[in-house]
């Protein structure tokens, strides 16, 4: 063992040996299916990113298309606006989606570990996390029956508080078509996502609040000072992992709930590449763009992790 | 092929094939036929559609006509001139159209108009519509006498379908209202052979002028804009819109749904309006050949080549011809001294009922056929268009609108038009637009247009100040170097004279 500044201790690594190698040989022998499908499903198909720098026909294949460099990256970033507005809605897409979700979810968590009987709670987390179930297409059928102009339950709502007159087709609206995806999601996914601060809500040890509640805490107090703090390495860990997500802004529900005119802002890389690549069949553009999406990816995780790490939290590796 | 149907079974019986066959659900043809580029996996026969271009360009069709000379129906079946509008540019053709006219148009079914619903030119007494002006004037006094069905729900005067590719029913308008046939694209004047861009002509404007003052009016569909083709469908099938521009089969679907309802005072009936009285109208034509690359084709997944093209051969036989249209002698149809075909009114019902249709009648829809005649050259192709069937089958309130009209069948309420391919080899100029891909400028340009006008024309509809709305869609049209695709167009129409006429008209 040794022991770093931080006083964090870490195993030191052991050399492999042979003879490790021959103690552990199930283990090896049970990893290796995964390790060859890996492989095969995730590290095979990158050849393809080849396309991305040749003029791709199907007709002549990988093999006999011509090379033209980097021109379709080109393409991409000089002089069109249509992959920045793209790139522009994924992200913000993402962080809107990302913030939202997250204080949601760590907001429920602590309202469903506040509630003291045990049946209240267990249907209220079980009906929560029903809508998680549900396939996109079904979710943006809800959604769109909910915001509908005729009978939807929002305009009906507003219009009989009067806060509008006239109920109004939100789906026009390029404004708020980010928030509108924004909320399906919060939907859709708060309670599954609180299952996980739940549990390490209840890995926090009971003696502390019982501590503090003697001590005179409030119940505000308590989740203040106690459980936040309890949860937060677990907070950092989900936020890192889901940075490196970042331009996964999401395909269907954009899909699904897109219309012509909020095109230009509900538009995610995803829908783009299917666009270019399939529809158009301009497979080497959507190559460059898929590929230009996945190592910003790889760079935000190793940010995120990076950061993490100078600053002393918990961290992915 | 479903094995529990009657027709379907004597085919097979008769020609020892059967074919299976699939349709798209809810995926649009570009991304299905780009799936199957990409994974090189096809069907064995396949009816590309627009995407048939890339589909011979990805190499997944097998030269037609190097095996036809066997299969006699077929290599006759495609019109020379049709043939030279197929061929590709390696001198082969890959596909042959799915319809091919036989003798004479029948045709009964009107394509694209603005349809609107029988009873509301009844409670107006049948008047004389020539206009856009005249069709809103009617909607108008209509509504505010009738504004909702009979159940309570309110009616729909207008609406506009402008989703994904069928956003046609929004944009292309113009080119009607100015008195031209569907070019699709863009309007060809039939006497300079110059390319003329209607999305910017003063009609257009007037046009969009109108939609805009109507949807401020409340008479447009408030949700028309966000509207996908299936709720659109939907919305039709209610009843309660009044009326529309849209292409008869594309809704025909939802007006089949409202006559099973018994809503058949609802149906449609086609006007072919212009943007000022008085003018000549093209919005049925009919022609001998089409430019386009667009029909079944026999991919290089297909282990039975041979077996392929015997099917298709088999089925442009006469007599299957007649099986697949009419049905069974005696039991579908019953023929007089004179050989013309003729049905009961039980045939015609039993015909209409869907239950019967799954069960005995064959909707085998991958294949190639006959339209206009039947090949006994007396009749027509299809029951639906021997005259004196097809007013038997209209519903009574659409018999006396069309009686009040003076019309026998949905193309006679429109001006018919014959345009012949060896005159104007261009029409229709939408079996070229159709192929574009972001590959070339002017197709790059046609993509940054179509998102373009699908984010606009919306706009410009709902605007509350049309003058600044138009402004800017014009700006924005202009960014999109529309000219690049014009250019291509042009060359196009050339390239088309050239191959009928011989002549080239491009000056290059």
Not at chain 2, 353 to 371: E, I, M, N, V
Request: net charge negative; hydrophobic share 40%; aromatic share 12%.
């Amino acid at each position: 063992m040794k022991r770093k500044k931080s006083g964090q201790v870490l195993a030191v690594r052991r050399k492999v040996s042979w003879k490790l190698i021959k103690r552990q040989r199930e283990l090896i022998i049970l990893m290796v299916p995964f390790v060859i499908y890996t492989f095969i499903f995730n590290y095979a198909p990158l050849f393809g990113w080849v396309m991305a720098f040749q003029n791709y026909s199907p007709v002549k294949g990988i093999l006999g298309s011509k090379w033209i460099g980097l021109d379709k990256f080109k393409f991409l970033f000089v002089g069109n606006n249509e992959f920045l507005k793209v790139l522009r809605n994924t992200i913000c897409m993402s962080v809107i989606n990302l913030a939202l979700s997250t204080f949601c979810a760590i907001a429920f968590a602590l309202l469903i570990n506040e509630m003291i009987h045990r049946t209240p709670k267990r249907i209220v987390q079980t009906i929560s996390y029903l809508p998680h179930f549900l396939s996109w297409i079904v979710v943006c059928g809800i959604v769109k029956e909910v915001l509908s102009v005729e009978n939807g339950v929002v305009n009906e709502l507003l219009v009989f508080l009067h806060i509008i007159k006239e109920p109004v087709n939100w789906f026009t609206k390029p404004k708020l078509f980010w928030w509108i995806t924004a909320f399906a999601n919060v939907w859709k996914e708060t309670g599954w996502n609180s299952i996980i601060y739940l549990s390490a809500i209840t890995a926090i040890n009971p003696e502390l609040c019982e501590a503090a509640e003697i001590d005179g805490a409030g119940r505000l107090r308590r989740i203040w000072h106690i459980i936040l703090p309890g949860i937060k390495p677990t907070i950092i860990i989900l936020l890192i992992m889901s940075i490196g997500g970042i331009l996964n802004a999401g395909f269907e529900m954009q899909y699904l709930l897109s219309n012509s005119l909020v095109q230009d802002v509900s538009r995610t890389v995803d829908i783009y590449v299917l666009n270019y690549g399939i529809s158009q069949n301009d497979f080497s553009l959507g190559t460059a763009a898929g590929m230009f999406k996945s190592v910003v990816s790889i760079v935000l995780i190793f940010l995120a992790n990076a950061t993490a790490k100078a600053v002393g939290e918990e961290r992915l590796f | 092929m479903n094995a529990d149907n009657d027709i379907q079974q004597m085919i097979a019986e008769k020609i020892g094939a059967i074919c299976r066959e699939t349709h798209l659900t809810g995926q649009t043809q570009p991304e299905a036929v780009g799936m199957m580029i990409a994974s090189g996996d096809y069907p064995d026969i396949i009816a590309g559609g627009n995407s048939t271009k890339q589909l011979i360009e990805a190499g997944a069709l097998i030269p037609l006509d190097e095996y036809w000379d066997d299969y006699p129906n077929l290599k006759n079946f495609t019109p020379d001139v049709q043939k030279e509008f197929l061929r590709q540019p390696d001198g082969h053709i890959y596909v042959f159209p799915q319809g091919e006219l036989y003798k004479k148009d029948m045709t009964v079914n009107a394509a694209e108009a603005f349809w609107i619903q029988a009873k509301v030119l009844e409670w107006d007494n049948y008047p004389e519509i020539e206009t856009l002006d005249q069709l809103f004037d009617l909607l108008e006094r209509y509504t505010k006498e009738n504004p909702t069905l009979e159940d309570g729900t309110s009616v729909i005067p207008y609406t506009i379908l402008c989703y994904d590719w069928y956003y046609f029913c929004l944009e292309n308008p113009p080119q009607f209202l100015d008195g031209y046939p569907n070019d699709g694209c863009c309007i060809v004047d039939p006497d300079t052979h110059k390319v003329i861009d209607y999305n910017t002509t003063p009609t257009a404007e007037r046009y969009f002028r109108i939609l805009n003052e109507q949807y401020n009016k409340g008479m447009i569909d408030s949700e028309f804009m966000t509207m996908s083709r299936d709720e659109y469908i939907q919305k039709l099938s209610t009843g309660r819109v009044l009326a529309m521009c849209d292409q008869y089969w594309n809704f025909s679907d939802a007006e089949k749904a409202m006559i099973s309802a018994g809503m058949t005072g609802n149906c449609y009936v086609p006007l072919g309006l212009t943007i000022d009285p008085g003018m000549s109208e093209q919005y049925f034509t009919s022609t001998n050949a089409l430019s386009s690359v667009d029909g079944i084709g026999i991919t290089t997944s297909c282990k039975d080549i041979d077996g392929a093209l015997q099917y298709l051969n088999d089925m442009l036989d006469p007599d299957i011809q007649t099986l697949l249209q009419w049905g069974v002698e005696g039991v579908d149809y019953l023929v007089d001294d004179e050989g013309m075909f003729y049905r009961t009114d039980e045939m015609r019902e039993k015909a209409m009922d869907p239950a019967y249709k799954t069960s005995h009648l064959c909707s085998l829809q991958l294949r190639c056929g006959y339209f206009g005649m039947n090949l006994d050259g007396k009749n027509a192709a299809m029951p639906s268009e021997q005259p004196s069937e097809f007013f038997e089958t209209l519903q009574p309130e659409v018999q006396r609108a069309f009686e009040a009209y003076g019309a026998k069948t949905y193309p006679d309420m429109l001006d018919y038009t014959f345009i012949d391919a060896t005159e104007a080899p261009w029409y229709p100029m939408w079996t070229f637009a159709n192929g574009f891909s972001t590959s070339t400028e002017g197709g790059m340009a046609w993509k940054r247009v179509a998102d373009m006008k699908h984010e606009y024309l919306p706009q410009v509809v709902i605007a509350k100040d049309f003058d600044s709305a138009w402004a800017e869609y014009l700006e924005k049209y202009n960014e999109c170097n529309p000219q690049a695709y014009l250019d291509e167009l042009q060359q196009e129409v050339y390239r088309r004279i050239k191959i009928v006429t011989g002549v080239d008209e491009s000056g290059n």
